[in-house]
């Protein structure tokens, strides 16, 4: 990007309802607004400095595993109490977006989802068993596979159930966690499939995987070979250390872009086959129901999407001016290539800027800079990834398959900004 | 399996298989260890569509209701009609366009195998492959007489399992934009 010219000023409106110029994320330009250099923008003075307490007293020694500070303590996962109290872990927690910022969840704030709970896996006793068509099968303990040459990516997860609420006729009052907040991206570290499929022997006639966890609900889904020969990975780390519980531990397999549940945690079995096994969560539920009387299935990658995580409901504009409008982009068949931002629903839209790096099937966060004027406005994002595949409208979106789906809603979503700055989820 | 049979059984699979760990002629790590199909049976739980790996064994749907009733019943509702956990029986014609879906093994569910999978795998939820296999064929039995899906008086075992025609075989399609172009 060049150096911006004297005749687009910072401030320049480049969609309606005050979208500006995406310019001053991409340029060394301080922020000088309409009201000139050293203005305030509300014109009030800054109370006198003090010295705080903690800056005359020694502070605390070091911890052996570090946590958020206290005052975050509602920067935290939240869930739905389950339909059954004597069956509890069954369901899901999200990812609180709106008090988030970057592209990397951390581990303890990883969505979870799990059918009977989170097992308490002894990593001594653990095993991966290779089998069905190769022509050796293996079986692999975690000191075996730790030896094995390491790969890492950056990859987000998304739950194919995520932003299933906006699967309704009428908008919900909820927030961008409760909506869209089955979703994280986490860096991860392990050993590639083919890898270990190689040592087993592939017999040609496999032309499936079946992928099973060691949980009590024996996890189980298929998915095609050429994904396990492609870029899926058995990971030990997440973010730098072992796997959380939650997200797997002590092994878990990771099938980049694709919907969360075929990354299957807590992995102990892989078993090649010519013809996918049909099991319980791939035919009874990770299934989406169109208008008509069929159902798409094996709808393996989560296709291009994106959310506003900020403002966002919760996040109260507090009166006119500057804001910076903030979210995440991504898709599971490849890079984002653009987001688009609009202010008036869906009217006008311009391009925001997209925060380096944009790496595929990961998260990517862009902004957009916003000249709230005070009155109505209903925020939006459109992300377009490198197959130009764009996000559908609610419209187009609903056209194609109607509101039976449940699974991979991936239309626009809209926040309404109401005059007293509150976020409102709406449909538009 | 006593030492000497398992030995001449790894034996046999070395010499069938030349690329086997001990007789690794290339650079690659080759730290996984050989098993016996037999030694990893009791992991090859999953059962295709076809039938692959039903077990021995049968179950009547009078044997089943009395599982279900001592061990489904408390989550699934009487004669599996849910609350507080899902409902498995009923919902037929709810699939139809326009419909409010109610999805349930005898609605939705293509494969009467699944059902056998599913349940031997991973219930009763607060013991899971607990159940004998006979009665797996037994209370699946039975959630598909509830569904009018089999006769009362069937009784299910790995030949016959396969071959019940489940209502919504047909009812599922293709992803059009996969594989991806």
């Known amino acids: 990007m060049g150096r911006r010219r004297k005749d687009q000023p910072f401030g320049e409106h480049v969609a309606g309802n005050g979208i500006l110029n995406r310019r001053i994320f991409l340029e060394r330009t301080l922020l000088a607004g309409a009201a000139g250099i050293g203005a305030s923008a509300s014109g009030a003075l800054a109370e006198p400095l003090a010295v705080p307490r903690w800056s005359k007293e020694p502070g605390g020694d070091f911890t052996a595993y570090g ?6 303590s509602k920067v935290a996962r939240t869930w739905a109490p389950p339909a059954n109290p004597a069956t509890p872990g069954v369901g899901s927690s999200r990812t609180p977006h709106h008090l988030l910022d970057g592209t990397i969840t951390p581990s303890g704030l990883h969505y979870e989802r799990s059918h009977s709970g989170v097992p308490d896996i002894d990593p001594e006793q653990h095993r991966l068993l290779v089998h069905g068509l190769v022509k050796q ?11 094995y040459p390491r790969t890492s990516r950056i990859a987000f997860l998304e ?25 994280s991206c986490s860096d991860w570290t392990g050993v590639k499939l083919s890898t270990l499929l190689d040592e087993a022997g ?20 298929s998915f095609p070979i050429a994904k396990a020969l492609d870029d899926a990975l058995v990971c030990l780390y997440q973010n730098g250390e072992r796997v959380r519980p ?14 969360g549940n075929m990354n299957v945690k807590w992995l102990r079995r892989l078993k090649l086959v010519d013809a996918p096994i049909m099991t319980k969560d791939e035919t009874s539920k990770y299934t989406i129901l169109l208008k008509e009387d069929k159902a798409w299935q094996f709808v393996f990658p989560i296709e291009v999407k994106s959310i506003i995580t900020r403002p ?31 202010a008036d629903g869906g009217q006008s839209f311009a391009p925001a800027a997209l925060q380096e790096p944009v790496l595929p099937k990961a998260l990517t966060r862009f902004r957009a800079p916003w000249q709230w004027n005070g009155g109505p406005a209903v925020l939006q994002s459109r992300a377009t990834d490198d197959t130009g595949m764009v996000q559908p409208s609610r419209a187009q979106f609903v056209a194609e398959r109607g509101l039976r789906g449940n699974y991979h809603y991936n239309a626009v979503a809209s926040w309404r900004i109401e005059q007293n700055g509150e976020a409102l989820n709406v449909f538009a | 399996m006593c030492l000497l049979e398992r030995f001449a059984l790894c034996a046999a699979t070395i010499m069938l298989v030349p690329a086997a760990p001990a007789m690794a002629a290339d650079d690659a790590p080759h730290f996984g260890k050989p098993v016996t199909a037999q030694d990893l049976a009791a992991w090859d739980i999953s059962i295709g569509p076809d039938g692959a790996g039903l077990p021995p064994g049968k179950g009547t749907v009078a044997q ?26 009923g919902g037929a014609g709810t699939i139809a366009p326009d419909k409010a879906p109610v999805k349930t093994v005898g609605s939705y569910w293509p494969y009467a195998t699944t059902l056998f999978d599913y349940v031997r795998r991973a219930m009763p939820w607060d013991r899971p492959k607990s159940l004998t296999d006979d009665e797996v064929y037994a209370v699946a039995a039975y959630i598909l007489t509830l569904n009018g899906v089999i006769g009362a008086d069937e009784v299910l075992d790995a030949q016959s399992l396969p071959k019940v025609k489940m209502p919504n075989r047909d009812g599922f399609a293709a992803f059009p934009r996969w594989p991806p172009k």
Request: glycine share 12%; net charge neutral.
């Open chain 1, 159 to 183: 739950c194919a159930g995520n932003s299933g609420a906006l699967y309704t006729a009428q908008a919900q009052p909820l927030n961008v966690q409760a909506i869209h907040g089955l979703l």
């Open chain 1, 67 to 72: 946590q958020p500070s206290h005052f975050e």
């Open chain 2, 64 to 89: 089943g209701e009395a599982v279900f009733s001592a061990k489904c019943q408390a989550c699934h509702g009487e004669k599996g009609e849910g609350r507080p956990n899902d409902r498995l029986v």
């Open chain 1, 137 to 147: 099968p293996l079986v692999f303990s975690l000191e075996d596979l730790s030896r």
């Open chain 1, 202 to 221: 592939v017999d040609p006639r496999a032309k499936w995987v079946l992928a099973e966890g060691a949980d009590a609900s024996g996890m189980s889904r």
């Open chain 1, 246 to 259: 939650a997200n797997g531990y002590p092994l878990r397999l990771l099938l980049p872009g694709f919907e």
């Open chain 1, 312 to 342: 966002s409901p919760g996040l109260t504009l507090k009166g006119p001016g500057f804001y910076e409008i903030s979210g995440l982009a991504w898709s599971g068949n490849g890079r984002i290539r653009q987001v688009e931002v609009s």
